[in-house]
Structures are given as structure tokens and as C-alpha cells.
């Protein structure tokens, strides 16, 4: 009796690893346990690198490579981060892929791609298509799944954080710096505001003057503001070609730089500001912009509203 109840025991566990094998090689997930035949999709060489192609729900991002420098072209037209697309095309060149998690078309989801989380990344080589793939969710560390555009097969790709690729807006890839002059090659700087006009001169002390008043620390504030002036956002849609800027600001450094404000009527007030010779318009928080539209009783240090810096 004994030796017939074993007996069952074990033709049950036999039926039960065989429908296991064909619920999971049928319906599950193929996952690797072997080495695959390819660690990755394509070879790269960061230093003939051009063009790079990212899209996805936030908008179509093109960085383009020349003369030595990279910007955006597409949506926008401007400077990008140096060190930001450097790290992007690391990644691209450093990835391996890991193992295969996926063959299963239904389960594209479980690992990001769909529509609102996937990107389609390109990268050319003089002009040319290197490699294309679509990155979908993270992995753990900085690995994150990929796939190929016509396959079902999704891989683990070590070293390659989607973070490279993927911004939470696409305005962080612009380089937020406007202008950078240095402080020694400052020779004047003229206000000019709906109720006054005035310059701060340079003597040949190095001391900087408006009329006799030194103009002291608080001029000392604005230069060092100069030396790395960045903005605080970006502002692409188009001003009217009779849009008057209520406040200049000339920088003459041996070359001549030029400010125009306008102050919006939103709440809460921001500026907008052109440097000429630039084709983009940037927004800056009022503050930060006060800093530079100081009034000549301000910079003396006269009274008036309270100096920020």
C-alpha cells in the first residue's frame, strides 16, 4: 500500500514539472542562461561621433556636432552642455549587453516601452548611421533595458543609464551660460533706464567711477555677476519687431556686449532679456535680474531700495 501511495506521489510531481515546462517555454518569458551571441549592437568611435537622435513623448532631439562644437538644431537652436552629450556618447560607446530578459512580445511594458517612457536613440559617424535602438525602463545600477527596432528580444545593458538620454524637460540639455566676461577686461558699463543714464568708468588705477563717486563694492557685485551670467530659463516664441526694451545695459571689454531687459507683467515679474548678436531670448526671475538693473544711488551706496547680491 505504501509503495503504491509513492508511487502516485511521484507520477503527480512528474505531471506537475511537465505542465510547468509548458506553461513557461509556451506562454512565459525566454530568459538567457547563455552566453549570447552578441555583447553589442554596434562598435563606436567617441572621437568620429556627429550626431545624435533622441526621440521621445517630451520631443524630438537633435544634437549635431560641428566645427568642433555641439548644439541643438532640432527642436531648438543653441548650445548644449558639453559634458552632458560627452556622457551620452560614453554610454553609447561603453554598453554591453548583459543578458536577455524578454522574448515575449506582451510583456514590452513590464520593462518601459511604451509610449510615455521609451526613446528611439540614433548615433552617426561622419554623417553616417552607426546604430539605432529604443531604451525602455531602468535596470538596477545604471543598466537599463533595450531592444532592437525590429525585434522582441529585450536585453539588460550594462553601463548605459537612460538618464544620458532621457531628461525630465528637454531644455536641460541647453547650456544656461549667456556670457562670460572677465572681470580685468571690464573697461565701463552704461545704464541706461526709462529715468536715468549713467556709466561706471574704469580709471587707469583699475578703479571703476561714475562722474567722481567711486562706484565701490556694490559695482564690484555686478562685475563679478559678469564673469559667469547665466539664465534662468528660455523663451522661444517670437517678440513683435516694435518690442521696446524699457532697460540697456552697455558692457564695453574691448569687445562690446549688449543687454536688453523687459520686465513681463505676469505674476510673478520676470525679465526678458537679448543680448545682441544672440537669436535666443531667455527669461530670467526678477531678483536675479535686479541684480544687474541697479539704479546710481544703488551702486553708491545712497539710499534708496536695498542692494542684492
Known amino acids: 500500500m505504501k509503495s503504491n501511495k509513492t508511487y502516485l506521489y511521484f507520477a503527480i510531481l512528474a505531471a506537475l ?7 513557461t517555454s509556451e506562454k512565459g518569458d525566454k530568459t538567457s542562461s547563455y ?6 549592437f554596434f562598435e563606436l568611435d567617441s572621437a568620429k561621433v ?16 560641428s566645427s568642433g562644437e555641439w548644439k541643438a538644431v532640432s527642436p531648438y537652436d543653441y548650445r548644449v552642455v558639453p559634458s552632458l552629450v560627452e556622457k551620452a556618447i560614453s554610454s553609447l560607446k561603453n554598453f554591453n549587453l548583459e543578458s536577455i530578459v524578454s522574448t515575449n512580445p506582451s510583456k514590452r511594458e513590464t520593462y518601459g516601452f511604451n509610449d510615455s517612457n521609451m526613446a528611439e536613440i540614433s548615433v552617426y559617424e561622419g554623417g553616417s548611421l552607426k546604430g539605432k535602438f529604443i531604451i525602455g525602463g531602468s535596470a538596477a545600477g545604471t543598466s537599463s533595458h533595450v531592444k532592437k ?17 532621457i531628461k525630465s524637460s528637454i531644455n536641460e540639455w541647453r547650456d544656461k551660460n549667456i556670457v562670460s566676461i572677465p572681470k580685468m577686461a571690464v573697461n565701463s558699463v552704461e545704464f541706461i533706464f526709462p529715468d536715468e543714464t549713467f556709466i561706471a568708468k574704469k580709471d587707469t588705477s583699475g ?13 564690484d ?3 563679478n555677476l559678469l564673469e559667469k551670467f547665466a539664465t ?10 516694435d518690442t521696446k526694451f524699457t532697460d540697456v545695459i552697455n558692457i564695453d571689454w574691448g569687445n562690446k556686449t549688449t543687454f536688453k531687459f523687459l520686465k513681463t507683467e505676469t505674476t510673478p515679474a520676470k ?18 535680474a535686479k541684480n544687474l538693473l541697479k539704479s546710481k544711488k544703488e551702486i553708491l551706496g545712497q539710499p534708496g531700495r536695498p542692494t542684492t547680491f
Open 271 to 288: 525679465y526678458l532679456l537679448k543680448v545682441e548678436g544672440d537669436k535666443q531670448l531667455y527669461e530670467l526671475e526678477e531678483g536675479y
Open 17 to 23: 514539472l511537465v505542465a510547468a515546462y509548458y506553461i
Open 221 to 223: 557685485g555686478i562685475l
Open 149 to 165: 527596432i525590429d525585434s522582441d528580444n529585450i536585453y539588460i545593458a550594462d553601463n548605459l543609464d537612460r538618464t544620458d538620454f
Open 232 to 241: 534662468t530659463d528660455f523663451k522661444d516664441s517670437l517678440l513683435s519687431e
Open 50 to 65: 556627429d550626431k545624435i537622435e533622441i526621440k521621445y513623448n517630451e520631443g524630438d532631439l537633435v544634437l549635431s556636432k
Open 35 to 40: 552566453e549570447l551571441k552578441e555583447k553589442k
Open 207 to 219: 578703479r571703476f567711477f561714475i562722474g567722481t563717486d567711486s562706484a565701490g563694492k556694490n559695482f
